[in-house]
């Protein structure tokens, strides 16, 4: 497999509130208030609540004093209040429960159609508020963004997506117009963008598919499985001709494939062992009905949601208890520039990181990844970084932050030998941890899990603190190992659903997605402390917000090797880019090969 770093191309009730600060207004709004946060010259923060409580830790925004000057309050007539800093305006119309932001020219370039919170019941008895903003399209407008996605869209106005982390799939909750604005939408759980008002539960067919049997690779290690095949059908009934978004999801927390046809025509179809669980297309209809057909997996429960498409983007949370989104002004690069002056600018990566970075499924000893550097070099072929991959910790458990010393018996040397052929080494870790190894049991002793998985809990500072020592002790200080593989941050499997965080003082789903900042801010941070000589490289599968300030690079995870995989991979790549992320890389031959019983990172040349 070739890894090639890409740089990205497109460079409340008032008396309930805390007092605010100097960039700050709040102004009365429908049955509670707006709070105005201007975080630079091209931004501002607006946030919707009937209480403002600001319980929540602060990790998108970095904490900088803003140099935006003196507020200006401008009573305008019919209901209208203005407040303007820098180059950027924001209008709050009372009456039309709306908000406009101008940008430098005085130009109109985003207006709200609906800000509101609505309730959602659990079955547990409790109570949750969500969000929902909404904003009228022009005709002619493009959007881009939301991270990357297995869709093949790179403009998705009017797709609905779901933002989860998983797999091949990095939600970064942020949108970037050709019409002058970006939004970044402040949740750190759940996204639904544009999401369907009809839903379609596909029926199981009685008659059983083909078994095949595939070498899938899974956090504990490489195995057969069985799968089958099966058909799923339904009816949808149209109400009205015209263009609908279609989101597809197998209801399971990963897909094996993505396939829906109506009345005979093949909508999607893509087949891979790991793929986010929803897919998402634009298809035109006639009014009536139409046949659903879906050939997927036999344990999926599938349902189809559409979405008329009607000029409107919509952005929705089931419970972050306000409305909190931030408005980008300006050109493209104007716009990036502002959102990472406002989530942390990245810092300037290793030279060699640009290189070629030269990886397999895994090596399995030391010899065995000496040998292989030294081909390199002995056939001229330019590398930079060779990666070893998971498993090297052999009997010592899973992530146990541990050489196996029968396979790697000097893992200095080993370090050494390449720093001397002008190579560096790339070490894959995780964030969960065996609970039989000597780090696992502490971990699980200390209560640094999070319950019920293995996954460690990097929203308990003291559990962070702890993986990290570890990490530093163990790899970093004896070996000077020069770049870090973080795998899995997602958590894999978005396996925060249903959990407790935070020494459960949190519902997992209120920080589902959020999770992989925490992981990366870890290992940066250490790094940075322990070893602040070295320029910190980062290689992670998932991402969020503000991770571009940590040196990380994000890449596709485990993509198949058809050429219509790699085609998706391109447009996965840019719109990473219009997310504003700098760094980003896919799996250039792919993760699976198949047909080949061997599984691992493809090594094809492009």
Not at 213 to 235: H, L, S
Not at 367 to 395: C, H, M, T
């Amino acid at each position: 497999m070739i890894r090639t770093l890409i740089s990205c191309l497109i460079v409340l009730c008032a008396t309930a509130a805390a007092p605010a600060k100097d960039n700050q207004a709040i102004i009365p709004f429908q049955e509670g208030s707006i709070r105005l946060t201007f975080l630079n010259d091209n931004a501002v923060r607006v946030e919707y609540a009937k209480e403002f409580s600001d319980t929540l830790p602060e990790w998108i925004y970095v904490n900088e004093s803003p140099r935006i000057g003196k507020l200006n309050k401008t009573e305008l007539q019919n209901g209208i209040t203005r407040i303007s800093a820098g180059k950027i305006k924001a209008d709050i119309d009372r009456n039309k429960r709306a908000v406009t932001i101008t940008d430098a020219q005085g130009r109109p370039v985003f207006t709200t159609r609906d800000i509101t919170l609505y309730s959602t019941d659990n079955p547990d008895g409790t109570r949750d508020t969500g969000a929902q903003l909404s904003w009228d399209n022009s005709a002619d407008e493009h959007l881009y963004g939301l991270g990357q996605f297995q869709d093949g869209f790179t403009d998705i106005k009017g797709l609905s997506r779901r933002l989860t982390q998983v797999n091949t799939q990095i939600s970064i909750p942020f949108i970037l117009s050709n019409k002058g604005y970006g939004i970044l939408w402040n949740n750190y759980g759940l996204t639904e963008y544009n999401p369907g008002s009809t839903t379609v539960t596909l029926s199981r067919s009685e008659k059983a598919g083909a078994a095949r049997e595939v070498n899938i690779t899974t956090t504990e290690g490489a195995r057969m499985e069985v799968r089958r095949d099966n058909t799923f059908t339904g009816v949808i009934d149209i109400p009205e001709s015209g263009d609908y978004s279609i989101l597809l999801d197998v209801g399971q927390k990963m897909a094996r494939r993505h396939n829906l046809t109506i009345d005979g025509k093949t909508i999607m179809d893509q087949r891979n062992l790991w793929l986010p669980p929803t897919s998402s297309s634009i298809v035109t209809l006639t009014k009536g009905k139409h046949e659903l057909s879906a050939n997927l997996e036999r344990g999926d429960n599938p349902t189809v949601t559409l979405k008329k498409l009607d000029g409107t983007s919509t952005l929705r949370s089931p419970m972050p208890a306000k409305a909190d989104f931030t408005v980008f002004t300006g050109t493209p690069d104007e716009i990036i520039a502002s959102f990472r002056s406002a989530t942390g600018h990245a810092p300037m990566m290793p030279e060699w990181a640009l290189g070629y970075i030269h990886c397999r499924e895994r090596f399995h000893s030391q010899d065995e990844l000496l040998s292989n550097a030294a081909e390199f070099r002995k056939r001229e072929i330019p590398v930079d970084v060779i990666v070893q991959d998971w498993q090297y910790w052999g009997k010592h458990g899973w992530n146990s932050m541990q050489f196996d010393e029968d396979a790697y018996p000097d893992p200095k040397a080993m370090v050494d030998s390449l720093h001397g052929m002008d190579m560096r080494l790339m070490l894959s870790v995780w964030s969960k941890i065996d609970k039989n190894s000597p780090v696992g049991k502490e971990a699980d002793a200390k209560g640094y899990y999070i319950p019920g998985s293995d996954w460690i809990d990097f929203f308990n500072p003291e559990a962070s603190q702890f993986y990290w020592n570890n990490f530093s002790k163990r790899l970093l200080m004896p070996y000077e190992i020069d770049a870090w593989w973080q795998d899995a941050t997602e958590p894999e499997n978005d396996d925060l659903e249903g959990r407790r965080v935070m020494n459960g003082r949190y519902r997992g789903e209120l920080f589902r997605n959020v999770y992989p900042l925490l992981v990366n801010r870890t290992v940066y941070e250490g790094c940075r402390t322990d070893m602040p000589q070295k320029r910190t490289m980062i290689l992670t599968r998932c991402g969020f917000p503000g991770i571009q300030r940590y040196g990380a690079a994000m890449w596709t995870g485990d993509v198949g090797n058809d050429w219509e995989t790699f085609r998706r991979q391109i447009a996965s790549g840019l719109s990473m880019a219009a997310s504003g992320m700098p760094w980003w890389t896919y799996d250039a031959g792919g993760f699976f090969r198949p047909g080949d019983p061997t599984v691992g990172h493809g090594d094809t040349a492009v």
